[in-house]
């Protein structure tokens, strides 16, 4: 038995070899988005990560006198200096930044990767639910090809 997509129950020994083809090639894409999202939600997760070592490193009273490059866009950068070491602009999401202190930036992003570590465990939980899914219907898949196997080879020597 598979859960399917709306939670019931399927019988997946009354399904012919073509549905079970079909429900095989549904479980695989959505397999395969779940790993997709698994692997984007990780990267945010380090993107959060790398932010609180800037934050920690980069706004330290060690650089404040040095020229750093500052972004204009991805590939452009310009020197500058650091005016201020206490305080920092945080992206906040959709184009918004908040001044914050450096503590409250770190705690910030740490409620961030904490959040996301989260989301990661139940998207880890639904990832393997549906890959024990996936196992099955290919296991009654093959033992339902093998099955028309046998019974084409014994209607052939029946003939003969």
Avoid: W
Avoid at 6 to 28: F, P
Avoid at 35 to 51: E, G, I
Avoid at 109 to 120: M, P, Q, R, T, V
Avoid at 149 to 155: D, E, I, L, P, Y
């Amino acid at each position: 038995m598979a859960e399917g997509a709306k939670g019931q129950q399927i019988d997946l020994g009354a399904l012919s070899a073509q549905q079970l083809s079909q429900v095989k090639k549904q479980l695989d894409e959505e397999v395969q988005h779940l790993t997709s999202s698994y692997q984007n939600l990780r990267t945010a997760q380090q993107k959060f990560r790398d932010c609180i070592t800037s934050v920690k490193n980069g706004v330290a009273e060690s650089v404040k006198d040095r020229t750093l490059l500052v972004p204009l866009t991805s590939s452009l950068y310009v020197p500058g200096q650091l005016a201020d070491t206490k305080n920092v602009l945080v992206d906040v999401g959709t184009g918004f930044y908040v001044e914050k202190s450096t503590d409250d930036a770190q705690k910030f992003y740490n409620a961030k990767i904490d959040e996301l570590g989260k989301n990661i465990k139940e998207l880890e939980n639904i990832v393997n639910g549906k890959a024990n899914n996936l196992r099955v219907i290919e296991e009654v898949l093959r033992q339902k090809v093998l099955a028309n196997q046998q019974q084409g080879g014994q209607a052939s020597a029946g003939s003969s």
